[in-house]
């Protein structure tokens, strides 16, 4: 083990070898991800939209480099993938913003 | 709008990937990589019934009527563009081409390049072709429809020998079509893909076939070819209200110039390693190096353009046109190396996109 470092790419295509540790649960894991991203009312083009734009808030760098290559594959335009991000980005500010009011509330309460 | 070239070839370089034996070299991790894969050939050999690949009578005469273009795309496999004046067909070779076809059941001529138009003998061959029935595929890499006034006419040429058009859109969007083709050429290509629907190409119900060949630009594999044909279908109508056939998913082949842009960019080891990984024994069947005879602009013939490229002949004595001989090619094994991955990764990649 010469690598020190916390993220190693090529650690990516290892994801499989989970199941070395687990393997019934493992699996399982693996079944149910292929299954979430088939077509369904959802096409896997938008799925994988969803995921790159969860990748960033759950700030996953595997996820960001799979998900990114997925999307590139897929034919999906840059400007579709910077979007998921912000709308990721939104959220995320939003629901950071929205505590404010709590802020607002408890200042007020024991302001004069 | 004039191109602005990407660069020069391969060969204009002087560069050492020209050399197509150092190219085999690197694919055999001889050179530049270390990295060793599977044997292609012994891959196809353990997974499939085919010990040896042979081919079926074929079906298509695919001409590369010669290197010159007009444009000097990255990932080009033929290091074709401007500065490739000397190798381009001569009459008396399509001639010897026209004698093949009228002695043999092959009904379909793909003629490639280069881009095919800048021949000189181009539209006498096409009209030849016609004459005996015989059904003209050009691969057109749109841009030279507006590259100069003298093709300007060549839509309607089209139109009068039914010639089944398959044009290069690397992608919808400007950006992604420019840096793998030069600045300008998605402009030039919508302007073209336009002259060839106002004819009546890609329309439905005319007849006149026109299809789109996609191939990703970068380090990276096509997704599915129906998702990707929707796609294109959905923006191209959208956003330029043109209209085609069908979409051809094809994978950029380790070979070239495409080669080259891997090993600079880095990618060269992750990329055969994905083409490695995403073998699919079922393609096989299906190669088009099965169907189709390949022929240089200098006579010679291959199992296909890829392999022509990398200067692997045909293994029979057969090799050149002037020593044309279907029962000899019939008998051939088809010449395999490395690069074959690109052909067999996923849903299967040939000129004709998915093989599976
Ligand atoms: S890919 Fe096609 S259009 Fe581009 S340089 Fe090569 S032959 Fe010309
Ligand atoms: S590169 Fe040519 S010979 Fe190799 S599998 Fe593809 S079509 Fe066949």
């Known amino acids: 083990m010469s690598n020190k470092s916390y993220f190693n790419p090529d650690d990516l295509k290892k994801f499989g070898n989970i199941t070395e540790f687990q393997e019934e649960l493992g699996k399982k894991f693996f079944d149910y991800y292929a299954a979430v991203f088939e077509d369904g009312a959802l096409t896997k083009r938008e799925k994988s939209l969803i995921a790159i734009a969860v990748a960033h808030t759950v700030q996953c760098p595997y996820c960001i480099d799979a998900y990114s290559h997925d999307l590139l594959q897929k034919g999906v335009d840059e400007e579709s993938m910077m979007e998921a991000v912000h709308v990721a980005a939104a959220i995320k500010s939003g629901a950071t913003l929205v505590n404010s009011v709590q802020m607002m509330n408890h200042v007020k309460n024991v302001s004069m | ?356």
């Open chain 2, 1 to 356: 709008m004039a191109i602005k070239q990407k660069g020069k070839s391969l060969q204009a370089r002087d560069a050492q990937l020209a050399d197509t034996f150092f190219q085999l070299k690197v694919l055999n991790g001889k050179e530049i990589s270390d990295q060793k894969y599977p044997p292609f050939a012994e891959q196809v050999g353990s997974t499939t019934d085919h010990t040896v690949l042979r081919p079926i009578y074929p079906e298509i005469f695919q001409i590369n009527i010669g290197k010159l273009c007009n444009q000097t795309c990255a990932h080009c496999h033929v290091d074709a563009g401007p500065d490739r004046k000397e190798e381009n067909m001569d009459r008396a070779t399509l001639v010897r081409c026209l004698e093949i076809l009228d002695q043999t059941q092959i009904k379909t001529v793909d003629i490639t390049g280069g881009a095919p138009e800048m021949n000189a003998h181009f539209r006498w061959f096409v009209e030849e072709c016609s004459k005996r029935d015989i059904t003209v595929m050009n691969r057109c890499n749109l841009t030279i429809l507006r590259a100069n006034k003298k093709y300007h006419d060549l839509p309607q040429f089209f139109k009068e020998h039914g010639v089944h058009i398959i044009s290069s859109l690397p992608y919808f969007s400007k950006k992604r079509t420019d840096s793998q083709r030069g600045d300008g050429v998605f402009e030039d290509s919508i302007a073209a893909l336009k002259a060839l629907n106002e004819v009546g190409y890609g329309v439905e119900g005319s007849g006149l076939l026109l299809d789109l060949v996609y191939n990703p630009a970068g380090a990276f594999l096509p997704g599915d070819q129906a998702d990707l044909e929707s796609e294109f279908k959905r923006q191209l109508a959208e956003r330029f209200d043109i209209t085609f056939n069908s979409l051809f998913a094809i994978t950029n082949m380790p070979i070239s110039r495409f080669l080259e842009y891997l090993i600079s960019s880095g990618n060269y080891e992750d990329y055969m390693t994905e083409l490695v990984n995403a073998y699919n024994p079922s393609t096989v069947d299906g190669l088009m190096c099965r169907n189709t005879l390949s022929v240089s602009w200098d006579g010679y013939i291959y199992d296909c353009d890829f392999n022509q490229m990398l200067d692997l002949k045909v293994s029979a004595a057969s090799q050149h046109i002037d020593d044309f001989d279907i029962e000899a090619l019939m008998q051939r094994s088809i010449v395999l190396n490395q690069h074959c991955y690109g052909c067999t990764a996923g849903a299967g990649s040939s000129c004709g996109g998915e093989t599976v």
